[in-house]
T-cell receptor, first 116, second 116 residues
Framework: SQQGEEDPQALSIQEGENATMNCSYKTSINNLQWYRQNSGRGLVHLILIRSNEREKHSGRLRVTLDTSKKSSSLLITASRAADTASYFCATDYGGAGGTSYGKLTFGQGTILTVHP | DGGITQSPKYLFRKEGQNVTLSCEQNLNHDAMYWYRQDPGQGLRLIYYSQIVNDFQKGDIAEGYSVSREKKESFPLTVTSAQKNPTAFYLC???????????????FGEGSRLTVL
């Protein structure tokens, strides 16, 4: 399986603290994406980082990508109770000729709980 | 509003019955996907379709069937051959081509199937 691995499986913090989640994958990627899922709901796209990028920011989110280590991290700064959710990394391994068929491979997720 | 609609949200099935999950999108996306999610797990790809009248098996296609007769619709049938169908099913879509491709998947709110 090419499924990525996420670490930690669960993270519990207080409001205002930062939350860091890590993702490792196995083979070369086209891009890596992070998604959020509230309990019993669909996934929502947060941020995409391409294989030639090393860091990307979006609001309180910061994503890094280290292709030499085949790993990525998601940092949520100044967390809020509303950030409580599961967070998934998804890798796009691309297709023939560099095209992508959208066959994202998802990790098992990190359950983040932010206490008020 | 543009988005993906899945129905029903909850479905109960007796063993030996086929059931069909609906997925409709009005995002004008060419590509559509079906994922399965088990408790505490990541998403696994069942089927995907890049264009009308064409679809491909994902990683866990056994016991499932799909059709893609219209761009907007990608229904999933869970057949009696699927040995462990109780799960949360998520449909997603993505724009393709140089103009509409953004890399991200747009998800529906999911359908929870329980086999009694």
């Amino acid at each position: 399986s090419q499924q990525g691995e996420e670490d930690p499986q669960a993270l519990s913090i207080q409001e205002g603290e930062n939350a860091t989640m890590n993702c490792s994958y196995k083979t070369s990627i086209n891009n890596l994406q992070w998604y959020r899922q509230n309990s019993g709901r669909g996934l929502v796209h947060l941020i995409l980082i391409r294989s030639n990028e090393r860091e990307k920011h979006s609001g309180r989110l910061r994503v890094t990508l280290d292709t030499s280590k085949k790993s990525s991290s998601l940092l949520i700064t100044a967390s809020r109770a509303a950030d409580t959710a599961s967070y998934f990394c998804a890798t796009d391994y691309g297709g023939a000729g560099g095209t992508s068929y959208g066959k994202l491979t998802f990790g098992q997720g990190t359950i983040l709980t932010v206490h008020p | 509003d543009g988005g993906i609609t899945q129905s029903p949200k909850y479905l109960f099935r007796k063993e030996g019955q086929n059931v069909t999950l609906s997925c409709e999108q009005n995002l004008n996306h060419d590509a559509m996907y079906w994922y399965r999610q088990d408790p505490g797990q990541g998403l696994r790809l069942i089927y995907y379709s890049q264009i009308v009248n064409d679809f491909q098996k994902g990683d866990i296609a056994e016991g499932y069937s799909v059709s893609r007769e219209k761009k907007e619709s990608f229904p999933l049938t869970v057949t009696s051959a699927q040995k462990n169908p109780t799960a949360f099913y998520l449909c997603a879509s993505r724009g393709t081509g140089w103009v509409s491709y953004t890399g991200e998947l747009f998800f529906g709110e999911g359908s929870r199937l329980t086999v009694l």
